[in-house]
């Protein structure tokens, strides 16, 4: 079992380490290589992906109760530091855990539990004390903001990483719940969250994730074979897994239709047009040749597809625009 072989090997050092990881380690020295270390363990791209739909959310409940976000800034200030800090925590339990899966994939050799520059100790350590920092700042904003940072914590640490990962294929539904927790945290730190345009933003998070995250199993399908990693590809093959993708991207159409009243027409056009092309992208898949490929522009496309709706929520909403 895993466990054991962290028990082993906590102390990690970088002579233990095939010597190519040895001279990246040591490259990645002083300030500028203790950031970049930081950068990789805690995924950056993941984490900026996991707080801009928090800031999306916080921004248009300010909006829609008609609150003024100056009143705010100080529950803003901890909504972003709290959430980013649960969120870390989450990011770095994971790494920890996964050191050696992380181990046999190519992309993720620089990962410093990897490379040896950070102890399995220190980041199990560290990804549990930003974590109750985290939960406590944003017991600070309102309880209700503090149980959804907790349950996306749980689903991702728990439920995902500890559990499911390794076994199901069910482990990209868990972890998409997680991150589908987002948009819930930054609308209940200033209204309930019961609302049309956090539940609609829960369920996008939700359903986007998936045929993102099965593009990044396609294209990486020899690490996550190597590793004995649970994705659908590995165990179902690449033709079932394309096939799951166009569904999800398909059931993203009921977005633009659920917040045409409360966001109007132009978010409509816009949301309605990116996921009408995901779909025409997504069902290529079926008949190409070049899987590769396609996943890659999938996986673009899905990034693109993200950063769009949320700008365009805010940009649409924001006192220029929406007066």
Request: charged share 10%; with cysteine.
């Amino acid at each position: 079992m895993p466990n054991i072989i962290f028990c082993e090997g906590i102390f990690l050092k970088n002579e233990h380490l095939p010597t190519q990881y040895k001279t990246e380690a040591e490259a990645t020295s002083g300030l500028s290589g203790f950031l970049l270390n930081i950068k990789n363990l805690l995924k950056g791209k993941v984490l900026i992906a996991n707080v801009l739909p928090v800031f999306t959310a916080f921004w248009l409940a300010i909006y829609f109760t008609g609150a003024s976000f100056t009143d705010h800034l100080g529950t803003f200030i901890l909504t972003m530091i709290g959430s980013t800090l649960v969120i870390s925590g989450a990011l770095m339990l994971n790494n920890w855990y996964e050191a050696d899966l992380d181990k046999k994939m190519e992309r993720t050799q620089n990962r410093p539990t990897v490379t040896g520059a950070f102890s399995l100790r220190s980041v199990l350590w560290s990804g549990i004390i930003t974590t109750v920092i985290g939960i406590g700042i944003m017991m600070l904003t309102t309880f209700e903001a503090a149980i959804y940072s907790f349950l996306g914590w749980f689903f991702y640490v728990v439920l995902y990483t500890f559990w499911s990962k390794r076994r199901y294929t069910l482990n990209t539904i868990i972890g998409s719940i997680s991150g589908a927790f987002t948009p819930l945290i930054g609308w209940s730190v200033i209204a309930p969250a019961s609302h049309i345009v956090p539940v609609t933003l829960f369920y996008l998070l939700f359903i986007w994730q998936i045929p993102h995250t099965l593009a990044i199993a396609i294209k990486r399908l020899d690490d996550y074979t190597r590793a004995g990693v649970a994705m659908l590809p590995v165990v179902a093959g690449v033709d079932a897994t394309v096939r799951q993708v166009l569904i999800y991207i398909i059931a993203l159409l009921p977005v633009p239709f659920l917040l045409f009243n409360s966001i109007g027409a132009i978010f409509f056009i816009i949301a309605l047009g990116l996921t009408a092309g995901w779909i025409v992208l997504g069902s290529r898949g079926l008949k190409t040749k070049d899987i590769d490929t396609w996943a890659q522009m999938n996986l673009r496309y899905s990034l693109i597809y993200l950063i769009v709706i949320l700008i365009s929520l805010i940009v649409l909403t924001s006192p220029v625009i929406a007066g």
